[in-house]
């Protein structure tokens, strides 16, 4: 089965294309090296129809396929992953569930504003004590007449600082693990909602992470998304795509990790010959192709059989395995070609190689994949 | 074959181990966010002796051997890279050519006072057109009169802005590719030496690396090492295995950083209902760790203890800092991994770890460098059958 891009599906890439060469690559050093939000690139991104891409016109959304949304994010990521992954964000998990579940006017008021650009969203489900084990959050709803009343502290959001909703993982049932989560929708403005300072960290510096904190936090009941019970539920089925998602960054900065190291090796020059003429270059840069190219295909089955109407957890666990695993070997690969100027801030490369860890996380650590792949194998 | 460290190594050990966690660690913090090591820190160092821990006690030094020294880098880097980097250039790079070939005016001048911390001094060698080709430097020596005049821009020079004397590498033969190499000993305050830039990087953020340029630097021409002209390799040959071994040391410090640190983190955390040492993955981890720091740590203090006995050690050298380098690079993954986001937390000092490991990549060579050194003793060996 040979696999091509349709004509729809290539202009697609090629005009991402075209804004990340003339827009984002020009523009992501600064953007890493100051730490701030690329605020004006996120709203051509929202011009340009990339936020909507995977939502209907009805919202203002451009009606893309799961291809398309994967080659957007694999070509803004070979950009500037802080770009790519909050645009990913706002696509996705950001929005997802107010998409799927929310009702007309939450539609209306948060969802064709975030498509526009205009409000940020973003999901929360991480604790301070809970990341890989979801069942462990802490944070509850519990009903109360016409509201739900929440409780908790989350930890590593996205963006917190910046965001309109939230998509907040609580218990509706403490004493269950995973299946007593659902999935609700929390304004930023509601009494009880308070954001804490973003964490320092070493990669993906456009990107904020923060804390979020619920204290009696009450909200109207049908911001409950979907039927009380089924939250755990219709977060698993949305993790296949944010594994999805994962893998398409993963390609990104592989392949700028890559082209950025075959074009050094060209021409650096050491013992009167590029350093590609040596075996030890050459080769090294054969196998981060080769790996590179593993990785797009399982990526973009995985998002094509999306397209076909199969969610397949284990095709998806694997491509997100295997994605975020090349793009740290290729990362490295790359740091050693460059050298010492392969840890110069000068060069992105140093900035590769950091962006690459916070692919081995969101939609899952490598060991947690393993664990899904193996229980999809029957182990 | 008795391969444990004696009492008074071990006695040592923890002498620099208590000295780094009283006066080193608390600091990291503020050396990290203002990208400098102190001076007060640097003189605190001095006092304990070790700038002059492998020097001969005749010029005020503790007449100390390379296991000894070995141990001194491999604690250092353990707590905290940059001062590491820096001690080690110090003790060894920076001052040892003077050591070997200096004459007794060169070593009263600057290798007493560098022992005692009132002189530092640095290595000059990399150019932008070479780190590993150093027969493709451009800088050059010409001598008029009794002295040379120097010519040319160096690159990632630990330490340029803060030391007082240099060890530079220039052709006196631009033509000769690395045979027309020699090293000259000159003062930073010579008329014409410019530090340039300081090179913002990832890794060691406390020990700072510069452009420095020589417009028309004139020096005695006794400050040519060796006596006579083309003889930089042959000098640099003396001191390449040290370097390899004690960059090594540094490797195995680092290691063992991470791997205590992942260890500790892994007791306490918890996921799925048990602290995450519980699962076999995590445990699988540090269990390969500790099957390379172990490695690591007999190849790495067996080249020292051949050095010491005056043994060859050419290949022993090479293999042990291949071997930390890919190594340690293991560990520290393995370990950040561990501490899921928080390995990315610059609250935490694991991402330190991560970050100055990378320096064992380039810091003595190249990895493709060692082992095309590996491969020409291998080739050596069989050509001799």
Known sequence: MGHCFSEQQELLRRSVAEFVDKEVVPAA??????????????????????????????????????????????????????????????????????????????????????????????????????????????????????????????????????????????????????????????????????????????????????????????????????????????????????????????????????????????????????????????????????????????????????????????????????????????????????????????????????????????????????????????? | MDFNFTPEQELFRSSVREFADRYVRPRIKEMEENEEIPQDLLDRIAEQGFYGLRYAEEWGGQGGDNVLFAILNEELAHCYMSVAARVMMQCLMGTEFINLFGTEEQKRDFLVPAIKGEKYGTMCMTEPSGGTDLGAMETTAVRDGDEYVINGQKSWITGANAVDFYTVAAKTDPDAGFRGVDL????????????????????????????????????????????????????????LNDIRVHTAALGLGIAKAAYEESLEYARQRVAYGRPIIKWQAIQHKLAKMRVEIDAAQLMIYYAAWRMDQGLNVNIEAATCKYFITEAVLRIVDDATRIFGAYGASMEMNIQRYFRDARWLLYGAGTQTMILNIIANIIAAEIGKE
């Open chain 2, 184 to 239: 000259f000993l000159m003062e930073r305050d010579r008329p014409g030496v410019e530090v340039g830039k300081k090179i913002d990087k990832l890794i060691a953020l406390a020990s700072g690396c510069y452009d420095l340029y020589f417009h028309e630097v004139r020096i005695p021409a006794d400050r040519l090492f060796g006596g006579k002209e083309g003889q930089g390799f042959t000098l640099l040959r003396n001191i």
């Open chain 1, 29 to 379: 050093a600064r953007i890493d090296e100051e730490g701030q939000f690329p605020a004006s690139l996120f709203q051509k991104a929202a011009e340009l129809g990339y936020l909507g891409i995977r939502y209907p016109a009805e919202y203002g959304g451009s009606e893309g396929d799961n291809v398309m949304f994967t080659l957007m994010c694999e070509e803004l990521a070979r950009g500037s992953m802080s770009l790519a992954a909050t645009v990913a964000m706002q696509c996705l998990m950001g929005t997802d569930f107010v998409y799927r579940f929310g009702t007309e006017e939450q539609k209306r008021r948060l969802l064709v504003p975030a498509i526009k650009g205009q409000k940020m969203g973003v999901i929360a489900m991480t604790e301070p004590d809970a990341g890989s084990d979801l069942g462990a959050i802490k944070t509850t709803a519990r009903r109360d007449g016409d509201d739900y009343v929440l409780n908790g502290r989350k930890l590593w959001i996205t963006n917190a600082a910046l965001a309109a909703f939230f998509t907040v993982a609580a218990k509706t049932d403490p004493q269950a693990g995973f299946k007593g989560i659902d999935m609700f929708l929390v304004e930023r403005e509601t009494p009880g909602v308070s954001i804490g300072r973003d964490i320092a960290k070493m990669s993906v510096l456009g990107q904020g992470a923060g804390e979020l904190t619920l204290d009696e936090c009450r909200i109207p009941a049908d911001h409950l998304f979907g039927q009380e019970g089924t939250g755990s539920r219709n977060l698993e089925a949305l993790l296949a795509e944010i594994r999805i998602m994962m893998g398409s960054l993963s390609i990104g900065l592989g392949r700028a990790a890559l082209d950025a190291a075959v074009r050094y090796s060209q021409e650096r020059i050491q013992f009167g010959r590029p350093i590609a003429s040596f075996q030890a270059v050459s080769h090294r840069l054969a196998d981060m192709a080769t790996q590179l190219e593993a990785a797009r295909l399982m990526v973009y089955r995985a998002a094509s059989l999306l397209d076909e109407g199969v969610r397949d957890m284990k095709l998806a666990s694997m491509a997100k395995l295997f994605a975020s695993e090349m793009a740290n070997q290729v990362a490295d690969g790359a740091s050693r070609v460059f050298a010492s100027y392969g840890l110069a801030a000068e060069y992105p490369v140093q900035r590769y190689f950091r962006d690459a860890r916070f692919l081995l996380l969101g939609g899952g650590t490598s060991e947690v994949l393993r664990g899904i792949i193996a229980r999809q194998m029957g182990l």
